[in-house]
């Protein structure tokens, strides 16, 4: 299984190093599943002048547990390696609130973003080629999603989950000026402890070509939704459909088939701790 797994890394980084978009995109083993989407249609972020939802039960981890009943809203630390500005922060902040608008949607009022906890400074000068390649390159025993400037995303993807490290044994790597949907779908990584054959997250369904066009987990195709029975694609990659294993993991969720919410959730409350 070592071996398999030193293999599979080693042709993913070829990937990168010759600036390849995409990846095996395989979640189940110890990599990296990567995000090809750039260029996106809309934000998907529904009616601006809807009313917010109330803010229902919380927790401090950003995996939603098994046993809470929605709406429940999870909590990321975010940290950034280099030294930026407020502002920097308060950008990338932005991206997260169109993320958590449409994370609720496709939850169908069920999931939310409830607080971001920002850091700055963790991990100056490391690059993106070297976290890619080892977790271990940053210490993310306190951290969830690890955020790099520009100019040290030297990494031919959008963004990546690792289903080791961070908080609880997923963390993302997501360049300053990730785009909404790249956000929505490495989230939709983050969000469930899943039981089935392919590891314990959602995994990227592109892996043998773009058939369901929608689902954001394949493709950016609107109006954006987890795929379920009755419109998932086979692939080779998974046993079934992302909400249909959602729900086997998580019995106080529910799923209607409109994949969408009346309302707005809360914005996530933000909390900056930022290096002068």
């Keep these: 299984m070592r071996a398999l797994h030193l293999l599979m890394l080693l042709l993913l980084a070829l990937l990168v190093v010759n600036g390849c978009g995409g990846g095996n995109g395989n979640d189940s083993g110890a990599q990296f599943g990567e995000t090809p989407f750039n260029n996106v249609p809309g934000d998907g972020i529904g009616d601006p002048d809807a009313n917010p939802q109330p803010q229902g039960n919380t927790t401090n981890d950003p995996t939603v547990p098994k046993n809470a009943a929605p709406p429940v809203g999870v909590t990321f630390h975010v940290a950034i390696t280099e030294n930026v500005s407020l502002s920097t922060m308060q950008q990338l902040y932005a ?4 993320a958590n608008n449409a994370v609720w949607r496709i939850t169908e009022g069920q999931v939310r973003i409830h607080r971001i906890r ?10 993106a080629f070297q976290f890619f390649l080892n977790v271990n390159a940053i210490d993310t025993t306190n951290r969830d999603i690890i955020v790099f400037p520009q100019q040290t995303w030297n990494i031919g993807a959008a963004g990546a989950v690792n289903p080791t490290g961070g908080r609880k044994n997923r963390v993302m790597m997501v360049p300053t000026n990730v785009n909404t949907f790249v956000l929505l779908h490495e989230i939709g990584h983050f969000l469930f402890e899943l039981s089935w054959g392919p590891g314990p997250l959602l995994i990227d369904e592109y892996t043998d070509g773009v058939q369901d066009s929608a689902c954001v987990m394949e493709s950016q195709g609107l109006p954006w939704r987890f795929c379920a029975g009755h419109n998932h694609v086979s692939q080779t990659s998974q046993p079934t459909s992302c909400w249909q294993q959602i729900l086997a993991d998580y019995p106080r969720l529910t799923y209607s088939g409109s994949d969408t919410a009346p ?9 900056y701790n930022n290096v002068p």
């Design 95 to 98: 991206t997260f609130v169109a």
């Design 118 to 127: 920002f850091w700055d400074n963790i991990s100056p000068g490391t690059q």
């Design 263 to 271: 309302d707005l959730p809360a914005a996530p409350i933000a909390e």
